[in-house]
């Protein structure tokens, strides 16, 4: 069964920091690009960060620059986002994303919730 598995969500205080995770099944990621998108509540999905196959090309939204890391393990089929100095703005359900020409797969979202 072809998946991907989110992890490391949860709540914490602004100025916080969490680490996502992102583990496929069922194939492999080495080729695939890999994209973390996020989506609040009443709000359309949104492009986060991407990482290139390779590892070397990274993209990251504006309202994340400087706080936010993407890096891949493709020896572990796994891709992360470290989050760092975390704003309330950054409440969403946050989803992995791999894709690699037609093929598109999506991971099922871990909540993240930046409160005091």
């Known amino acids: 069964q072809l998946q991907l598995v989110e992890s490391g969500g949860g709540l914490v205080q602004p100025g916080g920091s969490l680490r996502l995770s992102c583990t496929a099944s069922?194939?492999?990621?080495?080729?695939?690009?890999m994209s973390w998108y996020r989506q609040a509540p009443g709000k359309e999905r949104q492009l986060v960060a991407t990482i290139a196959s390779a590892g070397g090309n990274t993209y990251y939204a504006d309202s994340v620059k400087g706080r936010f890391s993407i890096s891949r393990d493709n020896a572990k089929n796994t891709m992360y986002l470290q989050m760092n100095t975390l704003k309330p703005e950054d409440t969403a359900v946050y989803y992995c994303?791999?894709?690699?020409?037609?093929?598109?797969?999506w991971g099922q979202g871990t909540q993240v919730t930046v409160s005091s």
């Open positions: 069922g194939f492999t990621i080495s080729s695939y690009a």
């Open positions: 994303n791999a894709r690699w020409v037609s093929f598109t797969y």
